[in-house]
C-alpha cells in the first residue's frame, strides 16, 4: 500500500518519540446528557445522565479495558471518544488536539486514525452492500489506493480475520452472527489505524473463535503499534487483553488501576464484587463453595442518580459520608485510582463515620419480646430449679405447715409473674392484676425481698397463714 505504507512508519514514530509519557488520548471530565422531552412542544423534563464525569487517558501502544454492568455508560462512553456522539460536556484530546466539538469536515481526515468495532454484528453492516464493498468503503473515503487494488487487499483482511476470500461478493445477510462481527473487524483494520475502540468486539463468537479473534488483535497490535481501548463483560478476556482496566457503574469510573493489581488486590467494593462472580475453572475445586458477593437491590436509574456515592445503595460498607459527600477519584496506590470513602485493601479516607440506616442497609433483627413473655418465662425458670433447691431451716418449716395444700397454683404464678416483672412495674400497676388473697400474702414477702436486697431469690412460700419475716 503506497499512501499507507508511507503513513503508518511515520505515525509510529510520532506517537512513540519523546519521553512516552504524552498519551495518545486524554479525556477530562466527559459528559453526556441524553434529554427526556413531553408533550407537543418537546418541553425538556429530564435527563438520563449516561456519562458523567470521566477523566482518564490512553497511552501508545497499550490496551485500555473497560468493565461494568450493562447500562452503566460503557458504549456511550466509546462513541463519544469517536465522536460519533456529540459530548454535552468535558475535553477529548486525540495527539494533542482538541476533538471534543470539531466538525465533521475536519474530522474526515482523522477517521483513518480512530475507528471503531461496533457491538451490533447485526446493525453494523449495510445489508444492500456486498462484503467487499463494505470493507472497502474505508479506501474510497480516504482516497487510498492500496498496492494491487481495492480487491485484493479486501481478500486478505478477510482471510486476515479468519474469513473465505471467496466470500467478497456475498451480502451480510449470508453470514452468522460471529462472521459479521469478524467483517466488522476486517474494515475497522483497513487503515491501519492508531487507536481502535473495540465495543464487544468478541461477545458474540463462540469460545474457540474469541481466542483466534484475541490473539489476531494481539499480533496487529505488535505489528502495526495499535493502541486499544476495549469494553467487554468478559472479565476474563479483558484480563487476558489488557495493560490497564477501568470499572465503570452509573456513568462514572470507581476504579482504574493495572491489570495485576486490580484483581489481585481490588480496592473498590463494586469490584471486588464483579470478581467474585468469576467461575474459576478448577476441576479440583468442584464442589468447593466460592467467596460470592450478591448485591442487594438494583442499579439506581441514569435519569435520578443517588446522591453521594452512586454505589452506597447497594454497599455494604456505606456510612452516612457515602449518602452525602461524592468520593473523587484519587490515586492510593502507585497507578490505582479508587473513587470510595472506605476502600478495601487501603486506609479508609473518611474512618470513624456512623453507618447508614437500616432502610439503605438491608440488616436482619429478632424483634424484642413482649413483657408478658418475658414473665411467663422467668416464671418457669423460677418454678422448674424449685424442688430440687436446698431449703432453709426456718423456711423447712413454714414449708411443713399443715395448710400448705391450700396454696392454689394460680396464686404461685401470679406471685412469681409478680416477682419477675417487679422492675418493670409499680405496685400500683401490678396491685389489680392480683387477687386480694394473693396480694395479702405476697405483700410481706415483697417488704422483706426489698429490706434485704435480695430480689433473685424468693421468699418462704406462703401457706396462707401470717408468714415468718426474713432474718
Known amino acids: 500500500m503506497t499512501d499507507l505504507n508511507k503513513k503508518t512508519p511515520a505515525s509510529t514514530a510520532a506517537g512513540s518519540d519523546g519521553s512516552g509519557s504524552e498519551p495518545l488520548l486524554k479525556v477530562e471530565g466527559l459528559v453526556k446528557h441524553f434529554p427526556i422531552t413531553k408533550g407537543v412542544l418537546k418541553r425538556k423534563v429530564g435527563a438520563v445522565q449516561a456519562v458523567d464525569g470521566l477523566t482518564f487517558d490512553v497511552r501508545p501502544g497499550e490496551t485500555l479495558g473497560v468493565v461494568g454492568e450493562s447500562g452503566c455508560g460503557k458504549s456511550t462512553m466509546g462513541r463519544l471518544v469517536t465522536r460519533l456522539l456529540e459530548p454535552t460536556g468535558g475535553k477529548v484530546e486525540f495527539q494533542g488536539r482538541d476533538i471534543t466539538h470539531m466538525s465533521a469536515g475536519r474530522l474526515r481526515p482523522m477517521r483513518r486514525d480512530i475507528?471503531?468495532?461496533?457491538?451490533?454484528?447485526?446493525?453494523?453492516?449495510?445489508?444492500?452492500?456486498?462484503?467487499?464493498?463494505?470493507?472497502?468503503?474505508?479506501?474510497?473515503?480516504?482516497?487510498?489506493?492500496?498496492?494491487?487494488?481495492?480487491?485484493?487487499?479486501?481478500?486478505?483482511?478477510?482471510?486476515?480475520?479468519?474469513?473465505?476470500?471467496?466470500?467478497?461478493?456475498?451480502?451480510?445477510?449470508?453470514?452468522?452472527?460471529?462472521?459479521?462481527?469478524?467483517?466488522?473487524?476486517?474494515?475497522?483494520?483497513?487503515?491501519?489505524?492508531?487507536?481502535?475502540?473495540?465495543?464487544?468486539?468478541?461477545?458474540?463468537?463462540?469460545?474457540?473463535?474469541?481466542?483466534?479473534?484475541?490473539?489476531?488483535?494481539?499480533?496487529?497490535?505488535?505489528?502495526?503499534?495499535?493502541?486499544?481501548m476495549i469494553i467487554a463483560h468478559d472479565l476474563s478476556v479483558i484480563?487476558?487483553?489488557?495493560?490497564?482496566i477501568a470499572v465503570m457503574y452509573l456513568g462514572k469510573i470507581v476504579e482504574l488501576a493495572d491489570r495485576t493489581s486490580l484483581y489481585e488486590a481490588p480496592m473498590h467494593p463494586y469490584t471486588k464484587a464483579l470478581m467474585s462472580a468469576v467461575p474459576v475453572p478448577d476441576p479440583r475445586r468442584r464442589g468447593a463453595k466460592s467467596e460470592r458477593i450478591l448485591l442487594k437491590g438494583d442499579v439506581p436509574?441514569?435519569?435520578?442518580?443517588?446522591?453521594?456515592?452512586?454505589?452506597?445503595?447497594?454497599?455494604?460498607?456505606?456510612?452516612?459520608?457515602?449518602?452525602?459527600?461524592?468520593?473523587?477519584?484519587?490515586?492510593?496506590?502507585t497507578g490505582h485510582q479508587v473513587a470510595c470513602h472506605h476502600p478495601e485493601n487501603g486506609e479508609d479516607q473518611a474512618p470513624g463515620d456512623a453507618p447508614l440506616t437500616a432502610d439503605v442497609i438491608t440488616v436482619k433483627s429478632t424483634p424484642a419480646p413482649e413483657p408478658a413473655a418475658v414473665a411467663e418465662e422467668a416464671a418457669a425458670v423460677k418454678a422448674a430449679p424449685s424442688p430440687s433447691a436446698p431449703v432453709e431451716p426456718d423456711k423447712a418449716a413454714a414449708s411443713s405447715a399443715p395448710e400448705q395444700p391450700a396454696r392454689t397454683a394460680a396464686a404461685e404464678e401470679g406471685t412469681a409473674a409478680e416477682e419477675a416483672v417487679a422492675p418493670a412495674k409499680t405496685e400500683a400497676a401490678s396491685a389489680p392484676e392480683k387477687a386480694p388473697e394473693a396480694e395479702k400474702a405476697s405483700a410481706p414477702e415483697k417488704a422483706s425481698g426489698a429490706a434485704s436486697g435480695e430480689d433473685e431469690v424468693p421468699a418462704a412460700p406462703s401457706t396462707g397463714t401470717e408468714a415468718e419475716p426474713k432474718e
Not at 154 to 166: A, I, S, Y
Not at 239 to 244: F, G, P
Not at 308 to 330: D, M, N, S, V, Y
Open 239 to 244: 484480563r487476558h487483553v489488557s495493560d490497564r
Open 115 to 228: 475507528q471503531m468495532i461496533f457491538q451490533d454484528p447485526y446493525g453494523s453492516l449495510n445489508p444492500r452492500h456486498t462484503v467487499g464493498g463494505i470493507v472497502g468503503t474505508p479506501f474510497r473515503l480516504q482516497g487510498v489506493k492500496p498496492e494491487g487494488g481495492v480487491k485484493a487487499e479486501v481478500q486478505r483482511l478477510l482471510e486476515l480475520v479468519g474469513l473465505n476470500p471467496e466470500h467478497y461478493n456475498r451480502y451480510p445477510h449470508e453470514f452468522s452472527g460471529g462472521q459479521r462481527q469478524r467483517i466488522g473487524i476486517a474494515r475497522a483494520l483497513a487503515l491501519k489505524p492508531k487507536l481502535v475502540v473495540a465495543d464487544e468486539p468478541v461477545s458474540a463468537l463462540d469460545v474457540s473463535i474469541q481466542a483466534q479473534v484475541v490473539n489476531l488483535l494481539d499480533d496487529l497490535q505488535e505489528e502495526l503499534g495499535l493502541t486499544y
Open 301 to 333: 436509574s441514569p435519569i435520578s442518580p443517588p446522591s453521594g456515592c452512586r454505589f452506597h445503595t447497594r454497599c455494604w460498607k456505606a456510612t452516612q459520608i457515602c449518602a452525602t459527600t461524592e468520593p473523587p477519584l484519587l490515586q492510593l496506590k
